[in-house]
């Protein structure tokens, strides 16, 4: 069965100080990963995705995330983290198997507080 | 500007009545979606659709019901069934198919009951 787990509820990082979010993902096939961020009271919003390819994946906002096989994870990832970054997180996986083909399944989100 | 559109971005629900929430896209998506947040338990899916007059449950449908008549419109019902309605309610599309594209979001509808 396809699944995401986030582990963290809250993370909270110094403005400037780098910042991680974790996920962890189990698949049947190929795992095709995704994050978004949610602002409060509106929809989600496309960071970046891990299709196939290079492990380090470059996305919006000065967002990465490193795909690692071997770990089944997915984190999210700033080099220096701005207040502006405070949001809730969700990573997905998308299933890839025939009637469900195309459906994402979302972890639990994360919250992020950066303080200034 | 493409795009989905959610309405309203409010919604009163009194006992016994079914509502409606709509959810158009100008995207030329094929794939449509519904979720409902909960705070601390993510999206769940509730009901999906990868192209006209078709679609699926998901992993909370009852209680709800759904149209897929036209490719840019995918209205949910909460119906009288749905015993705990209250909830922050999601639409999304996609192109569909094989192609690994994200989903887009409208900016949602909050339920609540009177």
């Known amino acids: 069965a396809q699944s995401v787990a986030q582990p963290e509820d809250q993370v909270n990082v110094a403005e400037g100080n780098p910042l991680t979010v974790k996920c962890t993902y189990s698949?049947?096939?190929?795992?095709?990963l995704f994050w978004y961020v949610q602002y409060p009271n509106r929809g989600l919003q496309f960071l970046l995705k891990y299709i196939t390819g290079d492990n380090l994946v470059k996305g919006s906002y000065g967002f990465e995330a490193e795909f690692n096989k071997s770990q089944t994870s997915f984190h999210l990832k700033k080099p220096s983290a701005l207040v502006s970054d405070s949001a809730l997180y969700f990573c997905a996986v998308r299933d890839d198997r025939g009637s469900t083909l195309g459906r994402l399944y979302f972890g639990r989100g994360t919250q992020l507080t950066v303080w200034p | 500007d493409g795009g989905i559109t959610q309405s309203p971005k409010y919604l009163f629900r009194k006992e016994g009545q079914n509502v409606t929430l709509s959810c158009e896209q100008n995207?030329?998506?094929?794939?449509m979606y519904w979720y409902r947040q909960d705070p601390g338990q993510g999206l769940r899916l509730i009901y999906y659709s990868q192209i006209v007059n078709d679609f699926q449950k998901g992993d909370i449908a009852e209680g709800y019901s759904v149209s897929r008549e036209k490719k840019e419109s995918f209205p949910l019902t909460v119906t009288s069934a749905q015993k705990n309605p209250t909830a922050f309610y999601l639409c999304a599309s996609s192109i569909g198919g094989r192609e690994v594209r994200p989903q887009h979001f409208g900016d949602g509808t909050r339920l609540s009951i009177l």
């Open positions: 995207l030329n998506h094929d794939a």
């Open positions: 698949v049947s096939g190929n795992p095709y």
